[in-house]
């Protein structure tokens, strides 16, 4: 199982960036995707999930109406578009996948850097 992220950088604020997630060794299409993210000294924090068919997303205060989760399934593969990002924003962002009764699926991460 393997669930690798990428698209992460160095971005100025009001910036955009399109995080990637590739998922393989399991059925992707059958488990909800959500992107967390964790800042130094904080605690991880969910941004956004998405179901397994993708009809709905749900998004944190924080991200809600900058953020933009989907996926899609033929390519195994979840995205998060983040527009107008914050130096707030800047933090560690990890891909998850997660099915009722079943094991969850970590990604590496891939760091979000909001400087000028």
């Known amino acids: 199982v393997q669930l690798v992220e990428s698209g992460g950088g160095l971005v100025q604020p009001g910036g955009s960036l399109r995080l990637s997630c590739a998922a393989s060794?399991?059925?992707?299409?059958?488990?909800?995707m959500r992107w967390f993210r964790q800042a130094p000294g904080k605690e991880r924090e969910l941004v956004a999930r998405?179901?397994?068919?993708?009809?709905?997303?749900n998004y944190s205060d924080s991200v809600k109406d900058r953020f933009t989760i989907s996926r899609d399934n033929a390519k195994n593969t979840v995205y998060l578009q983040m527009n107008s990002l914050k130096p707030e924003d800047m933090a560690m962002y990890y891909c998850?996948?997660?099915?009722?009764?079943?094991?969850?699926?970590w990604g590496q991460g891939t760091q979000v850097t909001v400087s000028s």
């Open positions: 998850n996948a997660w099915r009722l009764g079943r094991t969850n699926y």
């Open positions: 060794g399991f059925t992707f299409s059958s488990y909800v």
């Open positions: 998405i179901t397994s068919a993708g009809d709905t997303t």
